[in-house]
Structure formats: C-alpha cells, structure tokens
C-alpha cells in the first residue's frame, strides 16, 4: 500500500509539473485569443478591455496560473473565448465519441492483436507468422488520415456499404433503440477500423515477444510432460504468465484516445477530443487548450501509473523495484 | 405573390426543371455545412450558416426588398404595412395573425424591446454601429410602432428592416445580457418565423420543424436539418451516400459535377452570390503603419499587378462557368453590382511595360525585378480553410512570377489570418467578402481610416461620394457609379471574380426561390409538386 | 570489422532488413537522381486543359488540379520527407543519449531532477505540444519543423541510456576505469557511449519512421509543410477535394509513404532483433 500512495503522488506531482510546463508554454506563444470575436466587425478598445477582464488575460502570468489551478481543481476550466461556452460543456460534449471511438480500437487491439500475437508465437518463422509481421508492420507505416481516404473511397462511395462521414445520422428521432445502435454501430467501423489497422501491430508484436519468452520457461514444458491438452498449455499457462507485460501496454494506450485520433476524426468529420484540440490551437483559445491539457496529461499519468499498478499486482516481483 | 415576386432577387433554376419520375421531393431536407452552429439566436449568433438558419426562426418588420435605397427597400414580414409620416418618421402596423411559436401574439412591445437591445453597443456589438441615425423606437399602441429618424435619408426603410430581427420580448427581457448565452432561451430559442427550434445535437446537427399555422402559409417542407461536417470532401460523399440533401458548395473543385449523376435525383441550383474575391493591396508598410508601403503605395504597381492577372481564366479554372467577373467592392448581384465599371482587361505587356517605367529591371538576372536593391517581392496571405482562395493563391503566385513578381504563399489559420490583416501586417491577402446589400456598408471597407480598412486605402473623393449616395433622397445611382468608377481606378486591391453559390440539391421542389442574401430564406414557400403542377 | 559495417552486416543477413535496405536504397536513389531528370514540381501547365490529368505517357503518375505533375512532387515530397525524418531522428537521439549518459553517469540529484522533467515531458503527448506550436506559427522554416520534432522525440531514448547506464556503471570494466582514475566525461564517452550504442542506433531508425509519419500528419493537418513546396503529406491534402475523381492525385503520395516508413521499419527491427534474439 505505501508502495501505490508513493507511486500515486509521483504521478500527481509528475501532472502538475507537466500542466505548468504546458501553461507558460501556451501563453509564450504569439498570437491574439481575441482576433476570432473580432472576424465580421472590429472590437473597439473598450470591448477588449472589457474581455480581457473576462477572460483575465489582463493579469499577470503567475496569478493567471494560481486562478487555472484554482479552477481546475474544483472542476471550473474557465469559458472559451472561442465558443463562448464552459470548456467543461465543450470538453463533455466531445467526450463521449472519443470514448466510444478509443474503446472500440483498443478493445480490437486487445482481442484481436493479442490473439494473432500469440498464433505468431506459437508458429514461429513459419509462413504465418511471417505474413503476419508483414501485414502489422505495413500497417504500423501507414498514415492514418490516408488509410482511411482510401477506405472511404472503397467502402462509402464506390460500394455504398458504410457511411462516408459523422458518426451518426440525424432524424432517428422516432426510430427504435436498435436502429440507433445500428446506426452507430455503422459509423464507428471504418474511424475504428482505420485506428486498429495503423495501431494493432504494437500489441501483436508486445503479445508475440512475451508468449516466446513464456513458452521457453520450463513449467510449460512440465505443463505438456504432465499429458495436458496444447489449447490448456498455451492459453492456461504460457499466456497466462505472459499477461503481466502485456497489460503494461494498456497504459500506453489512455494518452492516444486524447489526441492521438486527430487525423482520423478529420478525415471522417468525427467530432472528438482531437478536432477540439487542434481547432483550439488555431483560434489560440487558451482556456480551451489548458483544458484539453488537463485531459491529456491526466490520460498519460492515470495510464501509466495503471498500468504499474496492474503489473505489481500480476507480478509481486515489479514492487520490490 | 406575383408582385412579391418581381421584388425579390428571385433565380428561377428549378422552373426548368422536370421532376424526376419516381422521385419525390423530401418533406425533410438535410443540409451538409462546413460550419459548426451552436446559437441561432440572432444577436448571439457569429457565423454565416448561423444567419442564415436564424432568419427561418425569427422574422424582421419586412424582409429586404432588392433595393437598400427608397420605402421600397423590404416587403411585409411581421408587419403587414408602413405609412411614411414625414421624411424622418416611418409607422409600422404589425400583423395582427402574428404568433410566437409558443403562442403569445407578437406586440410592439417586442419590437420596441428588440430595436433597444440592438442599439446597444454593450449588448448587439455588430449591429449597433449600423443603426446609430434611429433616434427613437416607440409603441402606439400593441400593434404599432413608430421609428423616428436622425436626419432624412434614402436608407431609413433599410436600415429600420433590413438589421434587426424581433425577439420576444416576454421571454428574454428578464434574461440579463450577459447571461444570454448560457441561457434555457439560447438553448431552445422561440421565434416568430416559418420554421421552430426542434433540436441540436452539438457538433452533429440542428434540426427546425415547421409551424404549421404560419400567418404567411405553412411550409410544406416539415424539416430542416443543417448537418455540421468540416471537411468538403465528406460533405459530397455524405451527399452521394444518401447521408445529406443538400450541398451549398460543390464547387470548387468544377471535377465534383461531373460526380453528382451518382445520385440521380440530384440537381445544380446556382445563385450569384454577394461576395467578391479580390488580392487586397496594403498600401503602409506592414512594420509601420504609419509609412507608406515600399512597393505597393505606388499606384501604377497595383495596377499593373492586376492588369498581369489572367482573371478570366483563374476564375473559369477554380470555378468554371459559376463565377462572374468583378471590376469593383460592389457584388455583381447586389442591385447596385450593374453600376459597376467594365473589369480591366489581362494585359500582361502592358503590365511589364508599366513595372518597368516605374524602374522595376531585373538587374540581377535571378528573374526577380528589383528596385534599389530592393527585389519586388511580397507576401500574399491566405486562409489556409478555404480550398478556393488556396488554389487562387498558387495560380497568382505563378502569374506574377511569370512577370517577375516573387510572391510567397503564406496559409493560415483563419484566426491567425485575422490577427495578422487586422494591425495591417501583410503585403496582400486573398479576402473574400460578403457585404450588405446596401453599398453604404462599404464604406467600413473603403473608407478612409473605417475599422474595416485594413489595406489603409483612402481617398476623399471616394468617401464623399458615396456619403453623397448615402444622403440622396432621389436617384442614388449617379453618386454611387461614380464612387465604384473612384475606387476601381485607384486599384486598392485587384478585384478578382464573384463565385456563385453553387448548390446540389433534391430536384422535384415547385417554387423554389432563392433570396440572394440570406438563401433559405423563402423555403418555408417551395412545394413538394413540381414545376408545372 | 567497423560497427557500423557489423550493423549493416547483420541487417542484410536477415531477408527482412534486407528488403528494407534495398527498398530504402532505390527510395533514396529516386529522391536523389529525380529531380535531375523530371520536370519542375511547382511549374503550372495549362489550367483549364492540363489539369487532372490521368496518369499517362507525358505524366506517368498524372497530374494535380494546377496541372502541376504528380511524380516530380512525389519525388521532390520523398527527398524532403527523408531529409526531415534523418535529420530529426539524429537530432532526437543525440539529445536523448546525452540527457541519458548525463543523468545515468550522474546518480543523486542531477539523475533525480532530470529524470523527473523527462516525466513531466512524457506526461504531455506529443502531438498536442506539435499541434500547439506549429498552429500559432504562420511559417514554419523546415529547419525549424525538424527542431520542433527533434525536441519532442528524445524522451524516451534518454530513458533506455539512462537505464543502460546505470547497468553499465556496475559492470567491471567501468569500475576498473574508475579506479584508474578515468574521468567521468572519459568514462562516459569512452566506455558507457559504445556500449550503449546499439540501442541507440535502433532508437534511432525507428525514430526516421515515425517522425516521416507525423510530419505527414502534420502538413495533412495543414500544419507542417506550407505550399506550395510540395510535401507527401501535403499533396494528399490538396487533393482530397478530388481523390475520388482523380484518384491518383492521392493513392500514389500515400503509397509512396507507406513504402518508406516501412523499409526503413524493416532495417530498424532487423537490427533490433539482431541486438536481442530473444525476441526474433
């Protein structure tokens, strides 16, 4: 237990320390947050003094940051100067496609990765596995933004199977609950499939490293000797053992559901978390951004500390380090 | 009808066009935008889409009529009629038939209310400064309103209609100002138009229902959904899949036409639009503004920039035939864009012939002309968002290189391209601006030392010759000509070309009429049958 | 026999990395000799009748919509790509490694506070540090753009150095040096920095990829590589509007991308499986 208080407060101070380096980051750059108010007719002096008040953009640097801790702890990111609406809403409003999008991917990854990981092992420098390593790491060099051009093209308009963009069709209003999650369900599979394409080859390759080094330790062998089935030894004992550092990739999974899809919500007009962020920057909407940071830095310190926390309580060994 | 008709800056596209055997028109259209709407309430509301889904949502005392200038500048909305009392008070009789959507009358109280809260520059920051010659607003009575002016003009109809849309006073006097915007109103807004508040689904979609007691007819179109999707290339495939009805700029690029036969059903609406694209020169230097421009402060540089411009070709290569040419800041579809002069003609020898005289040699031989050791180079800005001002960008880029001319391509985010024009930080930017149709609204553009000013033009003749239009209580058109003829002369940007709006949408609607500033906004009157039945 | 020359050795042995460096060597002998022999890739032809043209015998991959031709900015795009990926990934792992050997040689209160700021750095992703800054800077010089991605990319070597390090420091002949009296920088430059050269080096060329990958990204974003120098990335971009009426404005970049981050995946992991069996 003392082991977790001091890996959890390392990971309390390591956010802090990355949101300040964040914050004195955004506010040196150049550039005015208030040029967006002023696109259809110029602000007088009056009115962005009056906003500048608003969004305290008059006050020192150091005050600036106490008030954006001081908000955040309390949940309160301060109003978009952009949308001019509470980041939270905003924040919130984004959440749940992201969510959505990131579990579906991880969720292939973790299945299906995991599963091809561990025929590759088992069929070692034969031809599957071979193929498999081929198609993964072709995979891991393509970009994502076109991979998924190229299954729009194919799959949304020569063939019209799925649809080309959004992630849901407006005017389901009456229809039943089946229809909505089919719905859905149609819009997710190609962003989905395009991120697990890019993305699987790391879990197969973490999966197919670890079920070796599991298959060389000597209870496997002693598993076979004692007349199990070859499905009891690799899946009971081989994989089993192999799980520990497999799961620590879980981890390293949380801070790419934050921005990491970026590319690929532009180029299905998916609205999450990475449009946000980027549509952020270049409106230079400081509160916005801070509270994007908030999230992202939140997504890398819970991942990794998860992912230690999974690995000492899988292997009592990892806490003695 | 038929006189309201002939008022209107109507383009009759679909008459032409035979229903599609077996294709009904939809009783529910969905428009694919590029923009994300959050608020359409009118004073809240920033964006273009957002104007244009309010004006379905909250009506004016008349809706705007063809012309900005005389008392017949707008045609009866809210009010069914205005008598003129002297030269500086007009009288508005409401429609007594007109309702809220949730079923309180409209009184003049409302109007009264909404007129004040616009005049307010703490409250309605872009419409207040348009309205600043109405000295007073006043009820007589419930179903009247009398609007005093400063001074006579030609504009007052125009200016008492044209800006302000009626809010309803019963329901958002007692929301504080500042509070509007996170208010249960803003989030479900009740007006007086066509179409009510149905839904939004932020960053997805909003969706109007139509009001089927409408005092002016109901609509047959029971649905308006504007579908929020960033990219063009999703929209049009969102389109040919079946996911949206309606495009509003399929073009450019021209090659999307040539996709629309994917869906059949689909037609090309096109309506000259009120924007003109044009290279805004920056006439001080952009480090201090104080200084005039070392290159571009000379007249006969400018000119000769824009005289080396292949327009006619730039325009039919980005827009095909969906474009016309612009010689001056006024819109070739405003009803004062025919007072324009011809656009000068490409004339590239001319335009070497004119750099040259102004001692522009390429003495280096590196094929950029230079001055003083000073090369003739410039930076030319560009919102990186908009594919059109892209692809123009790069097409002037290689003309002026071809006349020794070294522009650098500079994209950016539109935010950053607002902070950079604003304070005059830039040599030349690709704007392209959407004005009023009123050509006094220009003058923030054009005027000497005006907000909007930001290539610093100014010429006194020009300003008070359309000060001389704004004040003419008779014809407008003389003033207003020879401002155009003042402006094009001095060449304070090279005006480019005017792009239609170029729509794919559901053929089979009857009546389908376009109202050139705010499109959608007689929908509410399309039928389902088609042209002929 | 040199290092460097056992590293390729080992590569080449294996078929993988051999293709990789076969892929990788034509790559680079396209970005070199193309732009030599194919036309200018900002020349603009005929607008109205040159555009969008399909690929054919006067443009063997087509034309874009300023009629401008494909393969000269696929070619000019690739030499760029390369240059950007080598450069940063150099850069990146030359700061890690030096971050590294200095905390991991240092122990104590240096090792500690580098250390920790290498944790808050990890702590923020790197794409949201990439988008910020590159979105509020109108024009990117592209030494500035490898830089930026050189500054953003050596955390996690200067971890693995750290770590190997430390290892190192316990070992015999380190300790023999130290009680020959060596110094520390001699220690560290002449004993720990070949010994941890090879993870470095694998570090290294995976690092060419990925940073070859997000400078596409990037410039997709609009971010990265303005035009009109013309970028991978970019070019699918600008032709996204017609990918589906002419399609090889933006297969061919794609492709194009796809063939590099591989080979040069392929030489990484080869030399990588070289260094540790355990995991081939």
Known sequence: MNWLARRALQAVITALMALALLFFLIRSLPGDPLAVL????????????DLQRRYQLDQPLGAQFTAFMGGAVRGDFGTSIQYGRPVRQLVLERLPRTLLLGATVLLINFTLGLWLGVQQALHRGRPLDRILTTLSLTGYATPSFWLGLMLVLVFAVRLHWLPAAGSQDPGLDGAGVLTVVLDRLRHLILPALTLAAVSIASSMRYQRAAMLEALRQPYVAAARARGLTEGQVTWGHAWR????????????????????????????????????????AAARDYPLLMGTAVLATAAVVTGSLVSDVLHALLDPRARAE | MLRRCGRLLLLMTACSAAPVAGQAAPRRLVIAIGQTVTNVVPTLSRSAAAREISDLVFLRLGRYGGTSFGDRAAVPELAKGWTRRDS????????PRARWHDGTPVTSRDVVFSFNRARDPKQAVSVASLLVDIAAVEAEGDNRVVIRFDRPYGEQLYDATYHVQILPAHLVASIPPDSLVSSAFSRAPVGSGPYRWDKLEPTEYLQLRSVPGFFLGAPAIEQMVWRFTTSQESRLNLLLTGGADVQEDIIPPTANLSRLPERPSLRVAHLPSM?????????????DTSRPHPILADMDVRRALTIGLDRATMAKAVFGRYASPASSPAPPAAWFGALAPQPVAFDPTQAARLLASRGWKDSDGDGVLDRNGIPLALTLLV?????????????VQEQWRQLGVKAEVVPLEIAQYLARRKPGDFDVAIESFTADPSPWSLLDRWGCGAEANYGRYCSRTADSLLRAAHLARRDPAPPIRAWLRTVAEDFPAAFLFAPDKVYAMPSGYG?????????????????????GR | MTPRRAALHTVWRRPAGRAGLIALALLALLALIGPLVLPDPTAQGDLLNGAL????????????????????????????????????????VALGAAVGLIAGSRAGMVDTVLMRIVDALLAIPRLFVLLLVLAVWDRVPIPALVLLLALTGWYGTSRLVRAETVRLRGEDFVRAAEALGAGRLRIALHHLLPNVAAPILVAGTLGVGDVILLEAGLTYLGLGIRPPTPSLGGMVLDSRSVFVTAPWTSIFPGLVIVLTVLSVNLVGDALRDALDPRSA
């Not at chain 1, 002023?38 to 962005?48: A, G, I, K, M, N």
């Not at chain 1, 998916?270 to 952020?280: C, D, F, R, V």
């Not at chain 2, 968002?385 to 692809?391: F, K, L």
């Not at chain 3, 690929?55 to 087509?62: A, K």
């Open chain 1, 38 to 49: 002023s696109e259809d007719r110029p602000l007088t002096s009056e009115q962005v003094r």
């Open chain 1, 241 to 280: 053992s192999a799980l520990p550092s497999v799961l620590t990739l879980f981890g390293l999974w949380l801070p790419i559901l934050v921005v990491g899809a970026v590319f690929v919500e532009q180029v299905f007009a998916w609205q999450g978390l990475g449009s946000l962020t980027a549509g952020a």
């Open chain 2, 88 to 95: 500086v008070t007009l009288a508005f009789d409401l429609d």
């Open chain 2, 275 to 287: 924007g003109v694209n044009y290279l805004l020169f920056n006439q001080r230097a952009p480090a």
């Open chain 2, 383 to 395: 919102p990186s968002s908009s594919v059109s001002r892209m692809q123009v960008a790069l097409v």
């Open chain 2, 511 to 531: 009546n389908v009429t376009w109202q050139v500033e705010s499109p959608w906004q007689m929908v509410w009157t399309w039928t389902l049958a088609g042209a």
């Open chain 3, 53 to 92: 043209l399909p690929p054919g015998p006067g443009h063997l991959l087509g034309t874009d919509q300023l009629s401008r031709d494909v393969l000269s900015r696929i070619v000019t795009g690739l030499r760029l790509s390369l240059i950007i990926g080598l450069a940063s990934a150099c850069l990146a």
